[in-house]
């Protein structure tokens, strides 16, 4: 009889995981805390970048396992604003990204994972917040679980048509950018910020201000949201049945926030390092790792560039042929960045921790310190 693998968190990381222990016959539960999928979201737009790597985003969903049946809708242009207002239209040769909406709503990502979940007959619990789990394989997958960066904005309806707008200026969004995405009458405008939280509302505030003087926009019915993202470095299993997955493993880019494509990349080799019985940690490193450490090292040079050096910086790409391919240069492993990421680990050490590791030798799904005892059945509040 086939060893029951617990999922803990309905997100992208911990549905590609079931997604894909389901296809290989093996029984799946997934527990989720809430009543639905994506209720950390608020039906807004986020993008799976497609500049990190050399294959297309869509190409990337197929090779773990998952199916687009899901808004999910390429955008090849991106309109920039400088600190000094200047405004530079971005053409790429290939979609910059893919627009997908999160939340528990019809075409959204959430929820077409968990339609495919449903359908691989995988098995999903909800109201069930999981804090320990005694026996058996687990794959944690449960977000976030501190602020390493925000995002805070509004969704709303508009006639504006579609565009991917996004600003870029230390006075509104500290060592970050605002976004605004339009698609089909929806609309996501969202201020991000690498430090500074306590005055999130004033960023907010300013840069919703900036963007009504730069972008003709009319806005209905908004609806504020807020958000956080979280980025640390290992460990990535514990005790041999603990497998972290997404950003409850610290998977996260760096240098923007773009942690969905890690999510899902990450659930994928938690699944196949089950079903085949291979080191989690090696797929992490070789698939993972370096390129995340990559993005930690140009956060570092991301913040230091400051206002004139996004002004610079967009005078670059106004004159390149390709700016995708620039941009995955950024992501190119080298010997400076190897450098470079040692010294931003430092300079983000205190994030590194997780705070809410308070146990040693447990079976706390919070904890990473490994080598817990292992007790009998599984506990969660639910039960
Ligand atoms: C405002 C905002 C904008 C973003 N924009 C982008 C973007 O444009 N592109 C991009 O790639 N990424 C973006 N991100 C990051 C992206 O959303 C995350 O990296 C991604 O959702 C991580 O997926 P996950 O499955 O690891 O976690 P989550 O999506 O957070 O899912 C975790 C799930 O686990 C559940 N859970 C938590 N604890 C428990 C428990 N104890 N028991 C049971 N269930 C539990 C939660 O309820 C949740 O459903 C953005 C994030 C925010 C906040």
Known sequence: MNETVHIIGAGPAGLTAAINLAKANLDVVVHEQNNDVGLRFNGDFQGLENWSTGDDTIDFLRSVGISVNFLCQPYSELTVFTPSGSRHLVKFPRPLFYLVERGATGASLDNGLKQQAIS????????DKVEEVKQGKAVV????????????????STSHNDAAITFVDNRIAPKAYAYLLINGGKATFATCL??????????????????????????????????????????????NRFWYVGESAGFQDGLWGFGMRYAMM????????????????????????????????????FSLLGNRGYEKALSVVDNLEDPIAWLRKWYNPSTLKTVMFQVAKRWYHSRLIDKQCMHVDCDCVWCRHGNQPHGHGMESTKN
Do not use: C, H
């Open 141 to 156: 997958a449960t977000g976030p679980k501190s602020a390493d960066a925000i995002a805070k904005g509004i969704v709303f």
């Open 194 to 239: 690498f430090e500074d939280f306590k005055n999130e509302r004033t960023y907010f505030e300013s840069a919703l201000e900036r963007m009504r003087k730069s972008v003709e926009i009319d806005i209905q019915e908004p609806k504020e949201f807020g958000g956080f993202v979280n980025f640390f470095f290992k460990p990535v299993t514990k005790g």
């Open 120 to 127: 691989t007959g995988v098995k999903i619990i909800w109201n």
């Open 266 to 301: 990450s659930g994928y080799l938690a699944a196949q390092s089950i079903i085949k019985g291979e080191s989690y940690e090696r797929l992490v490193e070789e698939r993972i790792e370096k390129i995340l450490e990559v993005s930690v090292a140009d956060r570092l040079i």
